[in-house]
């Protein structure tokens, strides 16, 4: 697929992950526009580079839909990038008082890191959908999931789950957008050095790179930014779930 003239939405594009991808996709000759809340790194990618920043709640219906006809309205939509995060709650199952986990936290958790990805890949496979199609190809979904889908560490629970979700959704969303030349790949990060975590990044590198078969270190948001663009480039890509974790397995904690 030719990312040049394309139009493509990045959700969550202000983030680490999220502008490392505009910043890539934008180099390619796509149209980009920036869907996030954070504003003022929204804007300022939009001054630098000229794309589009679209203020976007990635779980509301109304919100999602006004960015993806400005992506529409740039171009031919053929890529959709879910990169954006959220609030998180965790915790033991069952706490050492005996309390349960909270359900409100858990709900909100799935809320944001499952049901908003779902909500974004229906609503930009809608659109991708109704583009021409190119060598029988319309157009890409890329999905962020995490190795916690696979390994979640103890306190993890609502996380894991949601991004478990996301994992099964992959295979399930190629096979039901197949017919329409629609693809769908997912990308489960393992440790990536953004300001997400919001710590130091020597505290990161000191804690995590040890941890890590190869390279020891933590991953650079360019590396999802250039597997991403590899996604929609190779056409034979597709309903899978990739690994970029240096080889890494999270622990039990």
């Known amino acids: 697929m030719r990312i040049k003239g394309s139009s493509a939405i990045v959700v969550g594009g202000a983030g680490g992950l999220g502008e490392a991808t505009v910043r890539r996709l934008h180099a390619?000759?796509?149209k980009v526009v920036v869907a996030d809340l954070a504003d003022e790194k929204g804007k300022a990618l939009q001054d630098e580079l000229g794309v589009v920043y679209v203020r976007t709640d990635a779980t509301?219906?109304?919100s999602v839909t006004a960015a993806v006809a400005e992506a529409e309205a740039a171009g031919p939509l053929r890529i959709s990038v879910d990169t954006h995060g959220g609030p998180a709650t965790g915790g033991r199952l069952i706490g050492k008082d005996g309390t349960p986990l909270d359900l409100d936290g858990f709900r909100k958790t799935i809320e944001f890191y499952l049901t908003a990805v779902f909500n974004v890949m229906r609503l930009s496979a809608a659109a991708i959908a109704r583009t021409e199609p190119v060598d029988g190809d319309r157009g890409v979904i890329v999905n962020t999931a995490s190795i916690a889908a696979y390994e979640g560490q103890i306190g993890q629970l609502p996380y894991a789950a949601a991004k478990g979700g996301v994992a099964s959704m992959t295979l399930v969303a190629a096979r039901d957008l197949a017919p329409l030349g629609v693809r769908v790949v997912?990308?489960?990060p393992g440790t990536f050095l953004t300001p997400a975590?919001?710590?130091?990044?020597?505290?990161?590198e000191a804690?995590?790179?040890?941890?890590?078969?190869?390279?020891?270190r933590m991953g650079h948001?360019?590396?999802?930014?250039?597997?991403?663009?590899q996604i929609c480039e190779n056409d034979?890509?597709?309903?899978?779930?990739?690994?970029?974790d240096g080889g890494l397995r999270f622990p039990p904690k």
């Not at 034979?236 to 970029?244: D, K």
């Open 28 to 30: 390619a000759g796509a």
């Open 60 to 62: 509301d219906e109304a």
């Open 186 to 188: 997912t990308v489960a």
């Open 197 to 204: 975590y919001g710590t130091s990044a020597d505290q990161l």
């Open 207 to 216: 804690y995590w790179g040890p941890k890590i078969p190869h390279p020891k």
């Open 221 to 229: 948001p360019a590396e999802y930014a250039a597997l991403v663009q």
């Open 236 to 244: 034979y890509l597709n309903g899978e779930v990739i690994r970029l």
